[in-house]
């Protein structure tokens, strides 16, 4: 099992949002570093749900992967602000997965909290200037940021 972190705005998309839903898919990346992410993940890999353009931004919480290598369909939907005119349903450019609800942490963990704990090379969110939707979490920094949830 892998740990990843994925960024969403709680505007367009939050932890609540996927406590009501329960599954939803993780549509609309189009950097290719985070498609590969995406596309590299495992059914019960676990994510931390990262609430970014807010303030503060943090970490909300966790879900975990339902499935993966799902073609994201919004490539193909010209009314969406994700079409790709150059993707096809035979040839598809962008791969997500569909994610499901673990838990939403009891205590918020602001981004400040996160630098505290984490230097860049470990948790790439706190690098100034990282604007990835998508990475990886080592095990390691991943068991310190539950344990951080769970103490606060």
Known sequence: ??????????????????????????????????????????????????????????IAGLMKIAEAQVVDPTQFNEDSPYYDPKSTPAEPRWHTVKVAYVETFETYIPLDLLKENFDPEELQVVKRGNRLSVM?????????????????
């Open 136 to 152: 990886p979490v080592e095990t390691g920094v991943a068991e310190r940021i539950i344990a951080i949830a769970q103490s606060a």
């Open 1 to 58: 099992m892998q740990y990843w972190l994925m960024k969403s705005e709680p505007s367009v998309y939050g932890i609540a949002d996927l406590e009501r839903d329960r599954t939803e898919i993780w549509d609309g990346v189009r950097n290719y570093q985070a498609r590969n992410f995406l596309k590299s993940m495992a059914v019960d890999d676990l994510a931390f749900f990262y609430h970014s353009n807010t303030k503060p931004p943090g």
